[in-house]
């Protein structure tokens, strides 16, 4: 069974750095491109970041795009995002999803067809 997990969220300080991991199972990763999204409370869920499968080109939302890096292993099934400066306001849930490209880079959370449970970060001020 297909699955995503993701870990490494946590409370942090303005100005610090997580990196956050997503191991997928069940299927070839790097037959996907793959993205981050998040979600704040009473929100829509937001796109963050994407990757082709080779991890050969990328796309971040230009909210993150000083801040955050996204990266992948496929030898190791592992998606990661690589954020730094953390602000209160990229307090949220922050999900990996598979895309259904290859190779297309899309921030549509509607071309995302397989979805981890999420992790919490918590940015304070």
């Known amino acids: 069974q297909a699955q995503l997990v993701e870990s490494g969220g946590g409370s942090v300080q303005t100005g610090d750095s997580l990196r956050l991991s997503c191991t997928a199972s069940?299927?070839?990763?790097?037959?996907?491109?793959m993205g981050w999204f998040r979600q704040s409370p009473g929100e829509e869920r937001e796109f963050v970041a994407t990757?082709?499968?080779?991890?050969?080109?990328?796309l971040l939302a230009t909210f993150v795009r000083a801040r955050f890096t996204i990266t992948r292993d496929n030898a190791k099934n592992t998606l990661y995002l690589h954020m730094n400066n953390l602000q209160p306001e990229d307090t949220a849930v922050y999900y990996c999803a598979r895309s259904i490209h290859r190779a297309t880079l899309s921030p549509n959370r509607y071309e995302y067809d397989l979805w981890g449970q999420g992790t919490q970060v918590a940015v304070s001020s």
């Open positions: 990757i082709s499968r080779l991890g050969d080109d990328t």
């Open positions: 069940g299927y070839g990763f790097s037959n996907n491109a």
